[in-house]
């Protein structure tokens, strides 16, 4: 017979962006105990809500499942006397293991005969075992930020009050620390009184239903959903969605009621994000947009409970929304008095890093590095102009009164009060932009100028931060370089430019070599900023399925323009899904094996003897104008092509012609032609590192 | 519910809980953490249960009496419940009643919000309390105070008395709570709020307040050497103060700012070192009770 488990780990308000992998973790950890255990089950899922985690499992084993093991004894010749009595060791093995001694014979082991035993272990009541398991799974659970309370063993997120493990219909009784456990739960914190009795695993999800708890998580969610679809409806809008608000309010609330409220329409005219934001971030409400996407002064509170006294939550929520809007508000206002020309000269007041500098000296720098790369790029005159102006502009609202409340709004009120004192709406865009990807996820720059004053800020934080010794060191990255490089990669690779990344690495520098900061030879901090770039593009390709010895066998060549590099790998994978691809690889193999022996590069044509030898040399002369001339032109296809022409001559060539040979000058000069062919391929990439026995 | 009323409510609830009913501490400070009575006591084995009114001085909060929300000088009523009692939430809850507030009629939720004062060394796990949408109290488990980690954890309540007045009194403007009938806060503090805000941010002699940093730090540094727990915390505190008005006055820029910091939390540091001392030897007297 199987019976359903459920264990509800009661406890007081976890936070909410813990538990969708909290709930993960449980059971992860329950299904392992079970399968170590041996105890079968159908199912096995976990819920949550503030209060409480509930792991349930379906039609569980009432027993373990038996166990038969194997135990090794004394060797043959201790086990039986001169007569063939078993010894004192043997008749000791039998006993101690429980054994009879039809369950004992004879094995070999390394040469010599040891006596084996087969033991039967008996599985055991499963609500036994669990008495032992789940106090072991309770304080198994780790979280992001754990506490200490009331003397107790182990940590938690927030203390455990109570504990409910039901097996079928019988209570598992065990106490970890002073918690004990009981067939009695606690509904909703104000709707439901006193406790609640669970008799049997089965009827506990409905119990709590009445009790004004809905368990799950899911059904929460879908409550939420379609509340807030019926609202908006009504209001003719739509809520803003946001599936990471939405996550964390299906944690915030054990019964789900929306409702709707209002602020005055005069606050409409403030930014669209100086509303949202409050509204997301501060009291987690939706925003609502009408059917032309504008935003509505209305919202969605999420309450924890059911209709009653709706009214007075929904006009304490509004009141408090509305003192966080007149708050922006007037920061809106306050900021726009002062130009963002004067919040620059204010950036000299605040502080990048302590030994880098101000982010006014970051501005300057930003500026430097546009610059550089706006040349590069070969930017018109009056793009030049309004990049300047971006990069200038760029770190201003960092000293507003809004952003300094709100920090998610940097870049956006930069955007915004650079539209208000007239600035070009490129300019004002850029400005926002610059700060994007800000994550994985995020929206790449939609212009050119926000592309390149982020990667001119990125690149100085990057080499300011090596210069100083402060690079990422395992999990430790204070200044998330590894993402600022990620965001440079993406947006050159989003926006397909050609960047030397070791030059702009090369021109990032100089303020700091300037200032005689570095506390490395600056030749050594830049090759240390190219592999570091090396390891992130490695990981960004191998994010886009490339595979690992096409991306190294490009970036074993050095890394320059980053664009360019990625190039090269799209093209060399589509080679290397053709048949004949890898026999070329290994034709060059063996090209790269001899050429590391080369003593000279210079080939000297009167010393040709042999007929595969001069139709290598030919070969290599014809493709080397082709290989060169598609580079120029970075038509990777037909370089490779030329390339593959070369195929055939080596393989004759090495078929036919003796390289090590006696004669130093002819030994040498064929190495020299290797030496050749070898650096041509380099440029491409080096195809000896593709792994041929696939 | 006048202001005056809400905070007898408290005292009177509390003080049914087996709170001692203390009167706030008279050394200037920016929460009723800082106080000796939490601060202190937190340290160590011994149980403590306490509940006090705090008046909290931020001067970098101060607006001239023109802001609705900001003071240079709110109220807190902090308790402090050690060992924390396993139904810790519900006597919260209790308390709200005692102020007429139902959580039946109203959403309330406790929503994660950890707790650090660097200055103290001192940091806990809790919550932000939510009375339907509004922020009115900060729910703490201390879990270090001064660097060392709270051997008997404490529950502290610390309520926002001006925040929870405007929602029981249906006001916008704190200026506009009735701390008795016929007398507004604003008569009460709207001279006290312009005369503090012109003092921090325009008046302050920064070189003579750097100055007194400096003997204030010196001060507490030799008392405590000498084995004095308490002046030397009174000295703390000072610095604590100061530190505030210098930054209010925007004469500590970023980088100082962290070296101040740390000067404080060393001090912090030294004192709860010496308290913790102190009781093991005088053999933690209230253990015994």
New interface residues.
């Given amino acids: 017979m199987a019976k359903d488990l459920v264990f509800e780990i009661g406890t007081?308000?976890i936070?909410?962006?813990f538990m969708s992998r909290t709930l993960e973790q449980l059971k992860e950890i329950a299904a392992k105990a079970l399968i170590e255990n041996r105890i079968g089950y159908k199912s096995l899922d976990t819920y949550g809500t503030?209060r409480r985690l509930v792991l349930y499992v379906k039609d569980m084993a009432e027993k373990q499942e038996d166990l038969e093991t194997e135990v090794k004894g004394p060797s043959k010749k201790a086990a039986y006397d001169s007569d063939n009595n078993p010894t004192k060791a043997l008749l000791g093995f039998v006993k101690g293991n429980g054994l009879d001694f039809k369950d004992i014979y004879i094995k070999e082991l390394s040469g010599a005969e040891y006596i084996y035993g087969r033991k039967h272990l008996k599985g055991m009541d499963t609500k036994e075992v669990l008495k032992r398991l789940l106090p072991d799974i309770l304080t198994s659970i780790n979280f992001p930020?754990?506490?200490?309370?009331?003397?107790k063993s182990f940590r938690f997120?927030?203390?455990v009050?109570w504990l409910v493990p039901i097996f079928g219909d019988e209570l598992v009784e065990f106490d970890k620390d002073g918690i004990t456990c009981s067939k009695y739960t606690k509904g909703h914190?104000?709707?439901s009184e006193g406790d609640i009795e669970i008799n049997n695993a089965s009827e506990y999800f409905d119990k709590l239903r009445k009790a004004y708890v809905i368990v799950d998580q899911n059904e929460r969610r879908e409550i939420i959903r379609r509340q807030c679809e019926e609202i908006s409806k009504q209001q003719n809008g739509n809520i803003i969605h946001d599936d990471e608000l939405l996550e964390e309010i299906v944690y915030?609330v054990e019964y789900p009621t929306a409702l709707l409220g209002s602020f005055e329409v005069d606050y409409l005219k403030l930014p669209k994000e100086v509303i949202i934001t409050p509204m997301k971030e501060h009291?987690r409400y939706f925003p609502i947009e009408d059917a032309r996407g504008n935003l509505m002064n209305k919202f969605i509170?999420i309450?924890?409970?059911d209709n009653?006294?709706i009214d007075?939550?929904r006009?304490?929520?509004e009141?408090?929304?509305r003192?966080r809007l007149?708050?922006a508000k007037f920061f809106y206002e306050e900021d726009k008095k002062v130009s963002l020309d004067q919040c620059v000269e204010k950036l000299k007041?605040?502080?990048f890093q302590?030994t880098l500098g101000t982010i006014y000296d970051k501005t300057v720098n930003i500026m430097n590095n546009s610059n550089y790369l706006a040349e590069e790029l070969g930017l018109d005159e009056s793009q030049k102009n309004m990049l300047n102006r971006a990069a200038y502009l760029s770190k201003a609202d960092l000293v507003t009164n809004m952003v300094k409340e709100f920090d998610e709004l940097q870049g956006i009120m930069g955007r915004e009060y650079a539209l208000v004192q007239g600035e070009k709406p490129e300019v004002a865009k850029a400005i926002e932009e610059h700060y994007m990807p800000r994550n994985a996820g995020d929206d790449m720059p939609s212009s050119l100028l926000g592309a390149i004053v982020g990667i001119a800020d990125r690149i100085d934080t990057i080499t300011g931060c090596f210069s100083i010794g402060i690079q990422p060191t395992g999990s430790q990255d204070p200044y998330a370089l590894r993402r600022q490089a990620i965001s440079i990669i993406n947006t050159i690779l989003d926006k397909k430019i050609h960047i030397d990344i070791k030059k702009l690495a090369e021109k990032a520098i100089t303020p700091f070599v300037e200032k005689k900061i570095n506390k490395e030879e600056p030749s050594k901090v830049i090759d240390d900023i190219i592999e570091f770039f090396k390891h992130r593009l490695k990981n960004v390709l191998l994010d886009k399925n490339y595979e690992y010895d096409v991306i190294d066998s490009v970036l074993n060549v050095g890394l320059t323009d980053i664009e360019d590099a990625v190039l090269r790998v799209k093209e060399l994978s589509k080679w290397k899904n053709q048949e004949d691809f890898l026999a070329i690889a290994s034709s060059f193999n063996r090209v790269s094996n001899l050429a590391s022996k080369a003593e000279t590069a210079e080939i000297d044509s009167n010393l040709l003897s042999e007929p595969t030898e001069k139709e290598l040399y030919d070969s290599y002369m014809n493709v080397r104008n082709i290989f060169n001339e598609a580079m120029e032109r970075k038509d990777y296809n037909n370089a490779l092509k030329a390339l593959m022409i070369m195929k055939k001559p080596i393989d004759n060539f090495f078929d036919n012609t003796m390289v090590m040979v006696e004669d130093q000058s002819i030994r040498r000069n064929r190495l020299a032609m290797l030496k050749n062919i070898e650096d041509m391929m380099m440029r491409f990439a080096d195809l000896s590192l593709i792994v041929v026995n696939k | 519910m006048t202001f005056q009323e809400i905070i007898l409510a408290l005292q009177n609830y509390w003080a049914k809980q087996n709170c001692i009913i203390a009167q706030p501490y008279d050394v200037e400070k920016g929460a009723g953490t800082m106080s000796p009575y939490t601060f202190l006591k937190a340290l160590g084995p011994e149980p403590w249960r306490i509940a006090y009114v705090e008046p909290s001085r931020r001067p970098a909060d101060a607006r001239y009496g023109e802001n609705?929300?900001r003071v240079y000088q709110h109220h807190q009523y902090q308790v402090i419940l050690k060992?924390?009692p396993?139904n810790v939430?519900d006597l919260y809850?209790g308390s709200l009643m005692a102020l007429g507030i139902d959580?039946?009629?109203?959403?309330?939720?406790?929503?994660?919000d950890?707790w650090e004062a660097p200055t103290l060394g001192a940091w806990?796990?809790g919550?932000e309390v939510w009375?339907?949408?509004?922020e009115i109290t900060q729910f703490t488990?201390f879990?270090q105070i001064g660097g060392f980690?709270?051997e008997?954890?404490s529950a502290e309540l610390t309520y926002g008395l001006e925040r929870i007045a405007m929602?029981i009194q249906e006001k916008?403007d704190v200026f506009d709570i009735e701390w008795v009938e016929g007398v507004t806060y604003g008569d009460f503090f709207k001279v006290a709020e312009w005369e503090h805000s012109k003092y921090s941010f325009e008046l302050a002699d920064t070189k003579l307040l750097f100055s007194f940093f400096d003997s204030y730090e010196a001060e507490a540094k030799r008392i405590i050497e000498e084995g004095l727990i308490l002046p030397a915390y009174d000295y703390v505190l000072k610095c604590s103060h100061t530190f505030n008005i210098l930054d209010a006055r925007g004469a500590i820029?970023?980088?100082e700012r962290t070296g101040f910091i740390s000067r404080v939390r060393n001090l912090a540091r030294m004192v709860a070192q010496a308290y913790l001392k102190q009781r093991e030897a005088m053999g933690y007297p209230l253990l015994k009770k």
């Fill in positions: 007081e308000e936070p909410a962006k503030p930020k754990s506490m200490k309370w009331g003397n997120a927030r203390p009050r914190r104000v709707l915030l009291q509170a309450r924890n409970g009653s006294y007075i939550v006009q304490g929520n009141k408090v929304l003192a007149a708050d007041h605040v502080v302590e | 609705p929300n060992p924390s396993d939430q809850l959580p039946k009629k109203h959403d309330i939720r406790f929503v994660e950890n806990g796990l919550w009375l339907d949408g509004m488990y879990q980690d709270c008997l954890e929602y916008d820029s970023v980088t």
